[in-house]
């Protein structure tokens, strides 16, 4: 089944509110996503996906943080090193840079699974955004990604989430949008008016 890129689904009665801040998976999200089982392992595999740049930038213009939260394994399965992934997230910061895009913070978590709280679905890389950012209210963020680990890492600890997919199947998020300048774009638009049919 095929859900429309307006269609509110699940536990929420409404579209989400303009959030406050929005959390940002990274692989397939902003950037093409490596092919399963591997990991973006140096600056040159890294590729903006269409649009992302313009969504980072609108979020920016709004004056909303831009939180990334990215879960990078291949660090605990020692197929890259923190300096790999730093060099990865420069190349970003600098490709979104040539957009006149920015990202207010970066969370990444490199660690194995069930080693620690914050490798999503666990909320720890949200939560701990929170505290960096005080005046954050979770409830009223937005957690924006391509796979259901992210919908339920964002569900996990209190915001509205979006699932980025064509073909969503069964989804817990609050939204379903076939890339993040259209998610972008739906939860930026005002709330008079009315939602493109
Ligand atoms: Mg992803
Ligand atoms: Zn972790």
Do not use: W
Request: aromatic residues 4%; positive net charge.
């Amino acid at each position: 089944m095929k859900y429309a890129a307006t269609e509110v689904r699940s536990h929420r009665k409404s579209r989400p509110g303009l959030p406050e801040a929005f959390f940002l998976d990274r692989d397939g999200t902003l950037n093409e996503k490596p092919p399963p089982g591997e990991y973006i392992t140096s600056p040159r595999q890294l590729t903006l996906l269409p649009g992302a740049a313009a969504a980072v930038r609108r979020i920016n213009a709004a004056a909303r943080p831009a939180i990334l939260v990215t879960n990078q394994r291949g660090v605990a399965r020692g197929l890259m090193s923190e300096s790999d992934l730093a060099a990865v997230q420069n190349r970003l910061t600098e490709l979104l840079r040539e957009h006149g895009a920015f990202l207010d913070a970066c969370y990444c978590c490199v660690h194995e699974k069930g080693d620690c709280h914050c490798r999503k679905p666990s909320p720890g890389l949200l939560t701990r955004a929170a505290g960096d950012f005080p005046h954050l209210d979770l409830r009223n963020t937005v957690m924006i990604g391509d796979t259901e680990t992210d919908v339920l890492a964002g569900r996990a600890a209190g915001t509205a989430t979006v699932r980025l997919t064509d073909a969503p199947g069964d989804t817990a998020a609050d939204l379903v949008a076939p890339d993040l300048r259209t998610a972008v774009d739906l939860l930026l638009k005002s709330p008079a008016e009315k939602p493109p049919r």
